[in-house]
C-alpha cells in the first residue's frame, strides 16, 4: 500500500518555527518529486513548496519564500518542510504529496497524506 504520513504539526506563537516531516511507504520514493500544500478553512488547496528527486532542485509559493526550507532524505525515505517566522496566515493543514512531474499543480501529484493541521497564534 502506497502511503505518506505526516507529523510534525501544532500550534506556534507567530514568529516562532516549527518542521514538518512526512514519511512514505509503498513505493520507491526516489523515483517521485515531492511536494507540500496547504488548506485552510474556505481556500483551496494551494501549493507550498516542492523538491527535486534528489534533493538538489527546490521551488516555492511566493507567500513562503525565504521563510521555508523543502529537503528530503531518501535513504529514509523522508520530507521535511522547515517553517520559520510563522505568520497567522500560516495556518492550515498541511499535505504532503508525491509526484512524476516536475510541478507546482495539486493535480500533477499522485499520493497524497493524511495532513498535518497547524496553527499559529497571533
Known amino acids: 500500500e502506497k502511503q505518506l504520513v505526516e507529523s510534525g504539526g501544532g500550534l506556534v506563537q507567530a514568529g516562532g518555527s516549527l518542521r514538518l516531516s512526512c514519511v512514505a511507504s509503498?513505493?520507491?520514493?526516489?523515483?517521485?518529486?515531492m511536494g507540500w500544500f496547504r488548506q485552510a478553512p474556505g481556500n483551496e488547496r494551494e501549493f507550498v513548496a516542492a523538491?527535486?528527486?534528489?534533493?538538489?532542485?527546490?521551488l516555492y509559493a511566493d507567500q513562503v519564500k525565504g521563510r521555508f526550507t523543502v529537503s528530503r532524505d531518501n535513504a529514509k525515505n523522508a520530507l521535511y518542510l522547515q517553517m520559520n517566522s510563522l505568520k497567522p496566515e500560516d495556518t492550515a493543514v498541511y499535505y504532503c504529496?508525491?509526484?512524476?512531474?516536475?510541478?507546482?499543480?495539486?493535480?500533477?501529484?499522485?499520493?497524497w497524506g493524511q495532513g498535518t493541521q497547524l496553527t499559529v497564534s497571533s
Open positions: 504529496a508525491a509526484s512524476t512531474r516536475w510541478s507546482d499543480a495539486a493535480n500533477d501529484y499522485d499520493y
Open positions: 509503498g513505493f520507491r520514493f526516489d523515483d517521485y518529486a
Open positions: 523538491v527535486s528527486w534528489s534533493g538538489k532542485n527546490t
